[in-house]
């Protein structure tokens, strides 16, 4: 028993991986590329990838809409655990990260069912909800620009189901949303602000996760 959630170092970590992850092949060359990555913290953790596939299975997930891409481990873990029935739409600005994520979700076989838009993520999504796709989305994933998430989070909410979930991650933003300082980037108050006003806003239920950065789910009612 503890009142408090441990911290995971470096040996727990790899002990976590070793007794709580299963992957595809694809996902752990994918994993490992993305570590020699300039950007490789972007990266979800292979635990927060199993989270999301558990998530899935729980839900019974078929459309999945995913905000931040990167070189593609959270979509590619999410359309794996789908399977054939899944369909996803990724949204990310980068044309070098996506080429990456395009590559591996091809030798996965699950490149047609991912649409990827690379363009703004406010424009996809505005373009989602014109197009009608309002309550067609089971499970969605904000992990893209800090400062947009409240946009993010109001799209997700007209597009996600009711009963459906929006996962955010990095919501603590290695610990400096407790105690902004003056020389932190903007994100970090933008932050702070967002997950202050989730926890009263009553058109849904949530839960924060202490894992990765941070993970708040929050079920639409
Ligand atoms: C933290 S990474 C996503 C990590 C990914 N979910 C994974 O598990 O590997 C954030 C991504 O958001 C993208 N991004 C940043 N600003 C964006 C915007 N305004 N619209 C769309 N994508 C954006 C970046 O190009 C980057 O690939």
């Known amino acids: 028993m503890t009142r408090t959630t441990i911290a995971v170092d470096d040996r727990l970590a790899a002990y976590l991986l070793q007794i709580g992850v299963t992957e595809h092949p694809v996902q752990t060359a994918l994993r490992e590329f993305t570590a020699t990555h300039r950007m490789a913290?972007?990266?979800i953790s292979p635990e927060q990838g199993q989270f999301l596939a558990w998530l899935v299975k729980l839900l019974g997930v078929r459309r999945y809409l995913e905000i931040g891409v990167f070189t593609g481990y959270s979509a590619l873990t999410v359309a794996l655990a789908m399977g054939e029935q899944g369909s996803t739409v990724a949204c990310d600005m980068?044309?070098?990260?996506?080429t990456i994520a395009r590559d591996y979700w091809r030798q996965a076989g699950v490149e047609d069912s991912i649409a990827l838009y690379v363009q703004p993520a406010v424009q996809t999504l505005q373009m989602l909800l014109d197009d009608g796709q309002?309550?067609?989305f089971d499970l969605a994933f904000i992990d893209a620009d800090k400062t947009s998430y409240p946009q993010y989070y109001e799209a997700c909410l007209q597009l996600?189901?009711?009963?459906?979930?929006?996962?955010?991650?990095?919501i603590f933003l290695g610990?400096?949303?407790?105690?902004?300082?003056?020389?932190?980037?903007p994100s970090v108050?933008?932050?702070?602000?967002?997950?202050?006003?989730?926890?009263h806003d009553p058109r849904v239920v949530m839960s924060v996760l202490p894992i990765g950065d941070g993970m708040t789910l929050l079920t639409r009612r």
Do not use: C, H, W, Y
Not at 160 to 170: L, S, T
Not at 175 to 185: A, I, K
């Open 41 to 43: 913290k972007m990266q």
């Open 94 to 98: 980068s044309t070098e990260f996506t």
């Open 134 to 136: 309002a309550g067609s």
């Open 160 to 170: 996600v189901r009711p009963g459906g979930v929006i996962a955010v991650d990095n």
């Open 175 to 185: 610990g400096r949303v407790v105690e902004p300082q003056p020389e932190d980037p």
């Open 189 to 199: 108050r933008a932050m702070q602000a967002f997950n202050a006003s989730l926890k």
